[in-house]
């Protein structure tokens, strides 16, 4: 069969011929045009988020789908809850939260969200000059660290792991709350002692701080009690860890220990099954492709997409994942 061939029986047994005029928050009546936020232009979901359109585009399935950066995983479930969005690429940990109104979304449940597809897991890395002495996350105590962007996944990953140290943002010599490029940039040229990034192994802001002349950098450990500790607080965050030969990083043929969550597409009740089915028969029936257009999606599979996911599943998903069976 041709690549981006079109719909497969599966697609068909499942929904049928597509509507027309699809409804959604964002959907146009008349073009079957979708928003879908990512995160960074400098991270993993972004060029994550261009491939599913490109699925969708080179496919026949009518949708459309508009990619658009944003500060991330809390920023993304916002924008789906208010409409400004109908797809979201979302930390897990995020979604489980914006759901149940707990940790960052205090007393604002976002209800209507539904999982579509766990994609890839992600680590948290917290990348440190070399000179600045740390070897620890106890040892950001006082250091001038990034948090990532206000709002972000990563600022609530780097909220949970400083408290597993005993720390809170407080401690911190000096808190940034920047996007990934800039924490790089502010990492290069000695703004910064550390800064987090929850991604997927291989983004760009890590290379470039990793390969930058003149740059010595570490990847500081999330290992013993620990770790221990808030795998058992927060269950959806698993023990993970950042190969030796990623970046370079820990001496040679030794991977640095670390704690990932998993990316999943999300999007809300209120986006028609057609168009979630849809969604999921570009990126299955397309399988190599997919998978070929990120290094993050080499191991993407049907088991994991749907078990994975920690909400709700979206009843098009269900009912796309129960025939496939």
Known sequence: MRLFSGWSARWMAVTGLLAAGLVAGSCDAGGGRYVLVTGGQTGVYYPVGQAIARLLHDGDSGIRMDVRPSGGSQDNARQLGRGDAD??????????????????????????????????????????????????????????????DAGSGTEGNARHILAAYGLSESDLGQQERLGAAQSADYLQDGRLDAMFFTVGVGAAAIQQVTTQPGLDVVFVPVDGEQREALLDQYPYYTAAAIPADAYGAGEPGEDVPAVSVVASLVTTAEVSEEAVAAVLSAMFDNLDAFRGSHGRLREFNRADAEADLPIELHAGAAAFYANDE
């Not at 209507?112 to 105590?141: F, K, M």
């Open 87 to 148: 797809f979201a690429l979302i930390q897990n940990d995020f979604a489980v939260h914006a759901t149940r109104g707990e940790q960052m979304f205090d007393g604002e449940p976002i209800a209507n969200l539904r999982g579509v597809a766990a994609l890839y897991p992600e680590q948290v890395h917290i990348v440190a000059r070399a000179d600045a002495g740390i070897t620890s996350v106890a040892d950001l105590a006082g250091k001038r660290v990034s948090t990532g």
